[in-house]
Protein backbone atom coordinates (compact mmCIF):
# COMPACT_ATOMS: atom_id res chain seq x y z
CA UNK A 1 0.00 0.00 0.00
CA UNK A 2 1.52 3.43 -1.44
CA UNK A 3 1.24 6.08 1.92
CA UNK A 4 2.28 9.84 0.75
CA UNK A 5 3.36 12.62 3.06
CA UNK A 6 3.58 15.92 2.82
CA UNK A 7 5.93 19.05 3.56
CA UNK A 8 6.32 22.56 2.57
CA UNK A 9 3.89 25.22 2.13
CA UNK A 10 3.55 28.50 4.25
CA UNK A 11 2.60 31.88 4.14
CA UNK A 12 4.60 34.18 1.27
CA UNK A 13 3.70 37.47 -0.59
CA UNK A 14 3.00 37.50 -4.17
CA UNK A 15 5.54 36.94 -6.60
CA UNK A 16 7.75 35.13 -4.34
CA UNK A 17 8.28 30.85 -4.37
CA UNK A 18 7.50 27.80 -2.59
CA UNK A 19 8.55 24.16 -3.41
CA UNK A 20 6.21 21.39 -1.90
CA UNK A 21 7.26 17.76 -1.62
CA UNK A 22 5.33 14.45 -1.67
CA UNK A 23 7.45 11.75 -0.25
CA UNK A 24 5.65 7.90 -1.27
CA UNK A 25 6.27 4.79 0.42
CA UNK A 26 5.41 1.66 0.08
CA UNK A 27 5.08 -0.73 -3.62
CA UNK A 28 4.77 1.02 -6.37
CA UNK A 29 3.96 -0.39 -9.82
CA UNK A 30 5.02 0.54 -13.58
CA UNK A 31 2.17 3.09 -13.78
CA UNK A 32 1.59 5.10 -10.90
CA UNK A 33 0.32 8.85 -11.50
CA UNK A 34 0.91 11.55 -8.68
CA UNK A 35 -0.82 14.43 -8.71
CA UNK A 36 -0.93 17.64 -7.41
CA UNK A 37 -4.83 19.01 -5.71
CA UNK A 38 -5.62 22.31 -4.31
CA UNK A 39 -8.61 23.29 -2.53
CA UNK A 40 -9.29 26.89 -1.62
CA UNK A 41 -11.95 28.40 0.93
CA UNK A 42 -15.33 27.40 -0.38
CA UNK A 43 -14.51 26.62 -3.61
CA UNK A 44 -14.35 22.72 -4.90
CA UNK A 45 -11.11 20.69 -5.13
CA UNK A 46 -9.11 21.27 -8.00
CA UNK A 47 -6.41 19.75 -10.07
CA UNK A 48 -2.91 21.60 -10.56
CA UNK A 49 -0.40 19.30 -12.25
CA UNK A 50 0.57 15.85 -12.60
CA UNK A 51 3.20 13.34 -13.58
CA UNK A 52 3.45 9.72 -14.91
CA UNK A 53 6.26 7.79 -12.46
CA UNK A 54 7.49 6.11 -15.43
CA UNK A 55 7.80 9.38 -17.23
CA UNK A 56 5.34 9.59 -19.83
CA UNK A 57 4.66 13.03 -19.03
CA UNK A 58 2.95 16.09 -17.50
CA UNK A 59 -0.04 18.26 -17.02
CA UNK A 60 -0.76 21.49 -15.72
CA UNK A 61 -4.02 23.17 -15.26
CA UNK A 62 -3.88 26.43 -17.56
CA UNK A 63 -3.58 29.28 -14.66
CA UNK A 64 -0.67 27.62 -13.15
CA UNK A 65 1.37 26.99 -16.57
CA UNK A 66 4.54 28.78 -17.12
CA UNK A 67 4.64 29.53 -12.84
CA UNK A 68 4.54 25.59 -11.19
CA UNK A 69 7.10 22.79 -12.49
CA UNK A 70 5.87 19.20 -11.14
CA UNK A 71 9.28 17.06 -10.92
CA UNK A 72 10.07 13.95 -9.50
CA UNK A 73 13.14 12.28 -7.71
CA UNK A 74 12.45 8.33 -8.65
CA UNK A 75 15.33 7.96 -6.22
CA UNK A 76 13.96 9.55 -3.52
CA UNK A 77 10.75 8.63 -4.07
CA UNK A 78 9.28 12.62 -4.21
CA UNK A 79 7.86 14.60 -6.08
CA UNK A 80 7.88 18.28 -6.24
CA UNK A 81 5.68 21.26 -7.06
CA UNK A 82 7.92 24.42 -7.22
CA UNK A 83 5.52 27.23 -7.28
CA UNK A 84 6.91 30.18 -8.71
CA UNK A 85 5.28 33.76 -9.09
CA UNK A 86 3.00 32.62 -6.72
CA UNK A 87 -0.38 35.24 -6.36
CA UNK A 88 -3.54 35.85 -4.11
CA UNK A 89 -5.86 33.04 -6.31
CA UNK A 90 -3.20 30.48 -5.81
CA UNK A 91 -4.12 30.59 -1.63
CA UNK A 92 -5.15 27.06 -0.86
CA UNK A 93 -4.56 23.91 1.16
CA UNK A 94 -2.58 21.60 -1.58
CA UNK A 95 -2.47 17.68 -1.83
CA UNK A 96 -0.91 15.02 -3.37
CA UNK A 97 -3.05 12.64 -4.65
CA UNK A 98 -1.75 9.04 -6.11
CA UNK A 99 -3.09 6.11 -8.46
CA UNK A 100 -1.94 3.35 -10.25
CA UNK A 101 -3.29 4.42 -13.41
CA UNK A 102 -1.20 4.32 -16.91
CA UNK A 103 -2.17 7.91 -17.54
CA UNK A 104 -2.76 11.24 -16.19
CA UNK A 105 -6.47 11.66 -14.89
CA UNK A 106 -7.93 15.18 -13.82
CA UNK A 107 -10.56 14.34 -11.12
CA UNK A 108 -9.95 14.01 -7.94
CA UNK A 109 -12.88 11.18 -7.08
CA UNK A 110 -9.92 8.78 -9.18
CA UNK A 111 -7.34 8.99 -6.86
CA UNK A 112 -6.89 6.17 -3.94
CA UNK A 113 -4.28 7.72 -1.88
CA UNK A 114 -3.88 11.01 -0.81
CA UNK A 115 -1.29 13.64 1.29
CA UNK A 116 -2.11 14.51 4.48
CA UNK A 117 -2.55 18.70 2.97
CA UNK A 118 -0.67 21.40 3.52
CA UNK A 119 -1.65 25.54 3.86
CA UNK A 120 -0.36 28.12 0.85
CA UNK A 121 -1.30 31.45 1.77
CA UNK A 122 -0.38 34.38 -0.87
CA UNK A 123 -0.80 38.11 0.78
CA UNK A 124 -1.06 40.50 -1.61
Given at each position: ?12 H?G????L ?8 F ?18 V ?17 G???I???N ?47 V??
Amino acid sequence: QVQLVQSGGGLVHAGDSLRLSCTLSGQLFRNYVIAWFRQGPGKDREFVAATTWNGGGTQYRDSVKGRFTISRDNAEKTVYLQMDSLIPEDTAVYYCAGDHSPRILYHFSVYDTWGQGTQVTVSS
